[in-house]
């Protein structure tokens, strides 16, 4: 290849050659031997006929030479058309990498948060954008890198430190910074050390720009700080309305002992007090009355122990028990309070749920005879392999639900401890009412 370059650069240099060669031979030769003949006294047509013969000889010799020259010609042809076939593909190639290196000096300048600095922080190059964005002109951008980063001086000792701790090492991290203009931006950047080829280190500094993501991080926090407090200050509210509910209760049962079985024990003590067993007919009345006195406080006492804790929940369930509080409270109340057991349900809970679960249907019994004036209550069970459904209905006046819930006395307050109680036990409780047509209660209980 380097061979036949080199003798397809030096066709001028053999045409001249051969212009010269053929110049001596056609103006040379002839005379040379045209004087030669004369000086041997060679007859005219003889030299006549030698000269022509040698003049085609040459003539002979130089159409070879030409034909050598045209094939050179012609492979130089060829070979140049190559070479510029060659040099336009490399000419498009770099005009198609000059412009990747624009597109990407473009991006760099309008897209990316760019700089590069010297290992001492002298800002050697900042792209567009990032100057945009610190709110600096062209003619700023000179000096320490970090002294164009941000105009507080604690933030620039940090930016400080953290540049000469990358000169063998990448860093990544979130920064604050403090634009010319006063704004206030957060910004994650990479710090990342590159060696020239002449052994000279330099920094690169990528950025992205995260003020916004910070912005709305603070106000999630902000809003999870006042949730967090509301729901605080709604615990110690429902804390003081449970102890409040419950000293309600406690006063409650502190009134029926008093006033009931209070009042029974009195009149049996006097009624023991007055038995004269020197009169045993009269002694044989005041017997009588004392065992109706005696009859009604065993009911009394019954009563408020069932109210406290009934004997039913503890030795056989949730079941049972609802069977016997619907029997007594019918009894006492004289309207008509039913149960069903649909699915024959007799599982067993912790004594907690138990506990719960009772209670909140013994509150929805009570707020039907009490505020919906009902007369009749429908406390039926059913079940499935994962679900318990306890539903109370009642045939009473109804009631907005989303004015009661709200309320803060009286049924709000308990529909709100019965959600309360269910929710404790990871159950769900769904209210249906209609003002005019009664209320569903639901509770559901996973098995």
């Known amino acids: 290849m380097q061979k036949n370059k080199e003798e397809f650069t030096n066709i001028p240099l053999l045409l001249k050659k051969l212009l010269i060669r053929s110049f001596f031979l056609l103006a040379g030769l002839p005379v040379f031997f045209y004087m030669l003949f004369i ?3 060679v007859s005219f047509s003889l ?3 030698i000269v022509l013969f040698f003049t085609l000889f040459i003539l002979i010799f130089i159409k070879q030479y030409f034909q050598k020259i045209i094939t050179v010609l012609i492979k130089s042809n060829i070979y ?3 070479q510029i076939s060659e040099l336009k593909e490399q000419y498009e190639l770099k005009e198609i990498a000059y412009q990747e290196l624009e597109s990407l000096n473009f991006v760099v300048d309008n897209a990316a948060l760019f700089a ?6 002298t ?8 100057s945009n964005l610190l709110g600096l002109d062209k003619k700023e951008i000179r000096g320490s890198i970090e002294r164009l980063l941000t105009k507080k001086e604690g933030q620039q000792q940090k930016l400080k430190d953290v540049f000469l701790t990358t000169r063998q090492k990448s860093w990544t991290g979130e920064v604050e910074l403090t634009s010319r203009r006063g704004e206030g931006l957060w910004l994650e950047i990479s710090v990342i050390p590159m060696n020239k080829a002449n052994d000279k280190q330099s920094l690169f500094i990528l950025g992205n720009d995260i003020t916004e993501r910070k912005e709305k991080q603070d106000e999630i926090d902000r809003i999870k700080q006042e949730d967090y407090e509301y729901k605080v200050q709604l615990q110690k509210v429902q804390a003081s309305q449970i102890v409040e509910a419950q000293e309600g209760e406690r006063k409650r049962i502190a009134k029926d002992i008093h006033d009931g079985i209070g009042q029974i024990l009195t009149a049996l003590k006097f009624s023991v007090e007055s038995i004269n067993i020197d009169n045993p007919e009269r002694a044989q009345v005041k017997l009588e009355d004392l065992k109706v006195v005696f009859g009604q406080l065993i009911k009394d006492v019954r009563a408020v122990t069932f109210s406290l804790t009934p004997p039913e929940l503890i030795d056989h369930g949730i079941a049972p028990a609802l069977r016997k509080m619907t029997e007594e409270i019918s009894k006492l109340s004289g309207k008509n309070i039913l149960f069903e057991n649909k699915s024959d349900f007799n599982d067993r809970f912790d004594s907690l749920t138990e506990t719960n679960l009772y209670r909140v ?3 929805a019994i009570n707020n039907a005879l009490k505020y919906a004036e009902s007369t009749y209550v429908l406390v039926s069970i059913t079940h499935t392999k994962n679900l318990l459904s306890i539903m109370i209905d009642d ?3 109804g009631f907005e639900t989303n004015v009661i819930t709200n309320s803060e006395k009286g049924l709000g307050m308990g529909l709100f401890f019965m959600r309360e109680r269910v929710n404790y036990v990871n159950g769900r409780l769904f209210i249906n009412s ?3 047509q009664g209320t569903r209660i639901t509770i559901n209980i996973p098995l």
């Open 39 to 41: 000086f041997f006294k």
């Open 434 to 436: 209609t003002i005019g």
């Open 116 to 121: 590069s600095t010297k290992l001492d922080g």
């Open 395 to 397: 045939n009473g006046n």
């Open 123 to 130: 800002v050697l190059y900042m792209s567009e954008k990032f």
């Open 361 to 363: 249907a013994q509150e």
């Open 47 to 49: 030299s006549l006929l």
């Open 80 to 82: 140049n058309q190559e």
